[in-house]
Every structure is written in structure tokens, then in C-alpha cells.
């Protein structure tokens, strides 16, 4: 699967998608669940959190291991996904569309200055090395 | 450092296996969903590749009366041929070299299968201990030997419908005991709380009886879910729920420690001077998270600590086992640290899951 052009990305391996409402939804790629396996446990951070970029603000657990997933940019938690917590393996089955938190970012220009998809795709080629 | 591959390694990978650095060896970790490959095993069978488990036999005229002293568990318990023995093997602290299975074949043929990662340093224990009271017996081990687990309700008859003239043979077969099949050795055991066959192979001899296993429909299983089974059994992992430092007392292994009879073994006497002050339980996290090995347990009676964690697939919850104090009864409620929280756990009786369901009180 590739990562989607029109999303923006972290060397860390979380999506970063921009709503219509100036909102930004995180999920993990494709290429991060892959390297986890199946996921059973979601643990997202609360509403109204204050965020700095890079900061560890939520912990997804497959069978084989925990990970953490870092806040794209600074910023506040707006909504968490619910779904997840009774079906967590939508992150295994549709890694775009299984966000799991939403931010209201500080600036704008954060997210903006994200990985493209291509760059990102760069980091992926570069750990296989 | 190169990884050790087995006979078996082009199949995982022709299999789509996702391989992982297991102990020095590339194994397969999972073919696709490491759940799904538990599930298939539980619910109908599918095949394991454990040949980086080191087969060792032990010839000679002395070998039953060398074995009575090497071993906690009692070999005298295996008077038919073929019949097979769980034990631990002690250091004379009673700390515990490996966790085992031994095969009585004759009174001068024993065949005895280690863990990988504790294969030459078990073999050199046995050699140093033989030198000492029975130089004339012959210790070799078979790394040329391949071995595929064939697990699960069905794993009986699709070995017999791949294997033929093998139906004849082990039909009958009680459990926990092996037969020789020509160059094969079937033995109706395994690591996962289903029936089924483990099947030494010569090497050269494995990849084609993998794929006609695969033709059969037997799927390819990965360490992954063997993992997981193995935990829902209750049965223990070398490394993690005993080592070198832990006397099987502690490890949930005092149903393979013979104590009662007068034969003196290695370790015995430390376990006889060192009454157990912690024991292995059963803990299901009554909250959502995941236990884990090493994370900490609060009990009325002391700290503990989880040595297995996973999240149960059968069960659907977390599931462990930890070493607690000896005080702590089933039924009891503890605490586990993750990460900086406390959440709750409930004490059971393992195992949680064999042949297909759950067997422990939630």
C-alpha cells in the first residue's frame, strides 16, 4: 500500500491529516502497523490535553509490543476515536482511516512543514537499510 | 552475526513470513495476523516449524540410572517404550538449567529435546555430570534433525491424510508418547494445550513434508502464536518464567520436581533446604491495557512481578503469569503497574485456555 499524497507525515510514523474544520487527525501508517502486527489496545489521550510537538501522548499495544505515538506539532487534543477502544484492529485494516486522536494546532504552518508522502516513504526505504 | 537458518527457511519466506531474529536463528514471527494464526490452531489445526530445538540422545548401559540424578522429575515414571517425561534440569542450587522433555525408546536409548537457546550449554552440563558417573555412555546431539509441530483438533488426521502408513502407526498412540516412523520420530506433543504430533524429519527430508502438510491445508503458524498458545496453556517459557536464578518451586514446575522418593538428583537438596516463599499464578486484567513480562505486581502479601504477558486471543482479555508471594490465593485482586498506573488483576488458576476454550473462572 502507499502512503497516501495528500496526507503529511512524522519520522516517527504517525499520519497527519488536515480537516475541513482546521482540525488534524493521527493515525499510524501502514508501514508502522505492519511492523507492530495485531493491535488490541489503544490508549489515547484526553480531551483538552495541551500537546508539544514530538511529545509521547498515546500508546497502542499489539499482541507482540507497545508503541508509542508522538503529537505531530504543538497543539490540543480536540476528539479521540472511541471505535478503537472495541476495535482496535482497524488500524491493522485501514491505517488512513482509523485516526485515533484530533488536535487543534497552534500554528498552522507546523503541519505544513510536515513530511510529504514521498519524503516520508524516504525515512521508511532508509530503516530497511 | 549471521542468523542460523533452518531446512525449512525458503518455505517461511515463499509463505510471505514476516522473519525476526529469534534467539540467533530467523524464524517466522507470523505468515499475516498473528490472531488469526491462533485461532486456526485452537479451532483446526495448523503446522509450526521448531527445528532450532536441538534433539540429544543418550546411548549407552548406564543412561536410565545417569538420568535419575540429571533430572528433577523422576525418569522411573517411564516404563513403556516411547513414553515421554516433562522435567527441569537443576543446577545444585536448584536454580534451572533448561525445561525438557525426555523419551524412554529402550534401557539403552534415551532421546531427550532442549530449548534452542539453551542447547550447548545444556548438552556441555550433561557431558561435565556423565564424564563424572557414566564415562561410557555416549551423549550426541542431532542439529541435522528438522522438527515440525502439527497442532490443533484436526492436526491428528491431517498428518495421517500427508504422512502414509502414519495412521497405523500412531493411532493408538497415548499421549505424551513417541514412535519411530522409519528416519521420523512422531511424538503426540506439543507446546499449545491442543492434541497433535511432534515430528522430527531429517533436514533434508522437511521442506517437501512442509509443503505436502501445506497441500493438506495445513496453515503455517508462527512463534508469534505459539507464544500466545503456549501462555493460554499455561505452560511455561524458558527465560522469561524460569532461569538460572528461580528453583522450579517457584516456577509452577513442583508437579515435576520429585521430592518424595529416596533417589538424590541434582538441586535436591538445595530445594529441600529453600521452601518455596513465591509461587506462579494466573492473573486476567480486569481493566483495559495489556500485562507484560516484568511489570510489577502489588499484593495484601508483598510485590510480585509478571514473568509472561500477552493479550489471550481465546479469552479476549489480558492474561500472565506472575511470581508472587506464596500467600496470595486465587480469587485475590492485585495491582499492576503500567506504565505509572495501577490497574486491576484477578488471581486464577492456569491454564486459561486448552482444546479450544477457556478453562480458567474469570
Known sequence: MSNPSNLKYTASHEWVKSEADGTISIGITEHAQELLGDMVFVEAPAVGRKLKAKEECTVVESVKAAADVYAPVNGVVTAVNSELDSTPEKINEEPYAAWIFKMKPDNAADVAALLDAKAYQAVVDSEAH | MTLKQTPLNAAHRAMGAKMVDFGGWDMPVNYGSQIDEHHQVRNDCGMFDVSHMRVVDMRGAGVRGFLRYLLANNVDKLTMPGKALYSTMLLDNGGVIDDLIVYFLNEEWFRIVVNAGTADKDIAWMKQQAAQHVPEMVIADHPELAMIAVQGPNAR??????????????????????????????????????????????????????????????????????????????????????????????????????????????????????????????????????????????????????????????????????????????????????????????????????????????
Not at chain 2, 157 to 184: H, Q, R
Not at chain 2, 211 to 240: F, H, S, W
Not at chain 2, 274 to 294: A, C, E, M, S, Y
Request: aromatic content about 6%.
Open chain 2, 157 to 362: 488426521a491431517k498428518v495421517w491424510d500427508a504422512l502414509p502408513g502414519s495412521k497405523e502407526l500412531t493411532e493408538n498412540l497415548i499421549p505424551f508418547s513417541a514412535v519411530e516412523m522409519g528416519t521420523m520420530f512422531i511424538a503426540r506433543t506439543g507446546y499449545t494445550g491442543e492434541d497433535g504430533f511432534e515430528i522430527m524429519i531429517p533436514a533434508k527430508s522437511a521442506p517437501m513434508f512442509w509443503a505436502t502438510l501445506a497441500e493438506k491445508g495445513v496453515k503455517p503458524i508462527g512463534l508469534g502464536a505459539r507464544d500466545t498458545l503456549r501462555l493460554e496453556a499455561g505452560m511455561n517459557l524458558y527465560g522469561q518464567d524460569m532461569d538460572e536464578t528461580i528453583n522450579p518451586l517457584e516456577a509452577g514446575l513442583a508437579w515435576t520436581v520429585d521430592l518424595k522418593s529416596e533417589r538424590d538428583f541434582i538441586g535436591k537438596a538445595a530445594l529441600l533446604a529453600n521452601p518455596p516463599k513465591r509461587k506462579l499464578v494466573g492473573l486476567v486484567l480486569q481493566d483495559r491495557g495489556v500485562l507484560r513480562g516484568h511489570q510489577q505486581v502489588k499484593t495484601t502479601h508483598g510485590a510480585g512481578e509478571i514473568t509472561s504477558g500477552s493479550f489471550s486471543p481465546t479469552l479476549e482479555k489480558s492474561i500472565a503469569l506472575a511470581r508472587v508471594p506464596k500467600e496470595v490465593q486465587v480469587g485475590d485482586s492485585v495491582q499492576v503497574e503500567i506504565r505509572d498506573k495501577l490497574l486491576n488483576a484477578k488471581v486464577v488458576k492456569y491454564p486459561f485456555a486448552r482444546n479450544g476454550k477457556t478453562v480458567c473462572s474469570l
